[in-house]
């Protein structure tokens, strides 16, 4: 059974950091991407950042030189710092990854951790 559990959610002022980090388990024999999507009440999941296994990034552009996503293979974990957060940065951030397990490659996704900005 393969789970990815989020943690580092809090309620935070604007201006200020969070730091999340996302940790993968179970038999897993490797891990290709693993990205952040977050979802705001009432709206879609929308993409937030992704790196690879061999550390490539790509960001969302409303996310852009305020937040860094960063990977420990080894401890198959997914950070995200983020920085300069602004009220609009609220959601739900949920951690995806696409993972070999037993010969089979899928996504998988976290429950998700609650990130609150306020104003």
């Known amino acids: 059974q393969v789970q990815l559990v989020e943690s580092g959610g809090d309620l935070v002022q604007a201006g200020g950091s969070l730091s999340l980090s996302c940790a993968a388990s179970?038999?897993?024999?490797?891990?290709?991407?693993m990205a952040w999507y977050r979802q705001a009440p009432g709206k879609q999941r929308e993409f937030v950042a992704r790196?690879?296994?061999?550390?490539?990034?790509i960001y969302a552009d409303s996310v852009k030189g305020r937040f860094t996503i960063s990977r420990d293979n080894a401890k198959n974990t997914v950070y995200l710092q983020m920085n300069s957060l602004t009220p609009e940065d609220t959601g739900v951030y949920y951690c995806?990854?696409?993972?070999?397990?037993?010969?089979?490659?899928?996504?998988?996704w976290g429950q998700g951790t609650q990130v609150t900005v306020s104003s």
């Open positions: 995806n990854a696409d993972l070999l397990v037993q010969s089979i490659r899928r996504q998988y």
């Open positions: 179970g038999s897993i024999f490797s891990s290709n991407y």
């Open positions: 790196i690879s296994s061999g550390g490539s990034t």
